[in-house]
Nanobody, 125 residues
Framework: QVQLVESGGGLVQVGGSLRLSCAAS????????MGWFRQVPGKEREFVAA????????YYADSLKGRFTISRDNAKNTVYLQMNSLKPEDTAVYYC??????????????????WGQGTQVTVSS
């Protein structure tokens, strides 16, 4: 069982930055791929970014490349999402998730096994 707890969301102005954190329980954190997704009401959960267990490979939604950066600290069992140059369309609930498969896919939220409770990010114009 893996428990995930996000933090760092909030209200920010257009062009501002936020860093989301996701703290994970468990002793095998470094073996899990981790992902960030976001969701707005009435829409499907959207892939934001993902990172391999070692942190050596990172993947991003094409529309977010250059503004968002995913990283992880396996010693702290934590994954981060640095979000820069925020836009109103980035407003959403952001979720972190863990994919425990030995060959993770990363991009499809349905492949992830554990989810955090979500943290709201609101970008005001």
């Amino acid at each position: 069982q893996v428990q995930l707890v996000e933090s760092g969301g909030g209200l920010v102005q257009v062009g501002g930055s936020l860093r989301l954190s996701c703290a994970a329980s468990g002793r095998t954190f470094s073996s899990y791929a981790m992902g960030w997704f976001r969701q707005v009401p009435g829409k499907e959960r959207e892939f934001v970014a993902a990172i391999s267990g070692s942190g050596g490979n990172a993947y991003y939604a094409d529309s977010l490349k250059g503004r968002f950066t995913i990283s992880r600290d396996n010693a702290k069992n934590t994954v981060y999402l640095q979000m820069n140059s925020l836009k109103p369309e980035d407003t959403a609930v952001y979720y972190c998730a863990a994919e425990t498969a030995s060959r993770p896919y990363y991009f499809d939220y349905r492949r992830y096994d554990y989810w955090g409770q979500g943290t709201q990010v609101t970008v005001s114009s």
